[in-house]
């Protein structure tokens, strides 16, 4: 299991319509989804929310064929966030 201290970081996201980023994800972490890895921290519709400090952190990966992933969880050292299949998704995914 990923301790806290070493989750993968969200480096970079460019997806500007979510509610969580402000100059960078301030949420304290996300989750992908299974499909399409898709973050499903997204938050659109004129929602705002975050820590106000982009530090957020990748605290479960359900896309279980990433080349990333073990144990449902995200082994790169960061990812990037961005617009693909969905509103925003985890653009680091490799298929396994």
Known sequence: MTQMMGMPRVQTCTV???GYNHDGCTAFAITISEMNS???TFAGAGLSGGMGVATAQVGACKRSD?????DLE???PAI???AS???ADC???QHA
């Open 16 to 18: 500007t319509d979510c």
């Open 38 to 40: 898709a973050c499903d």
């Open 66 to 70: 990433c080349t990333y992933n073990k």
């Open 74 to 76: 995200c082994q790169a």
């Open 80 to 82: 990037t966030v961005g």
């Open 85 to 87: 299949a969905d509103k």
């Open 91 to 93: 653009l680091t995914y």
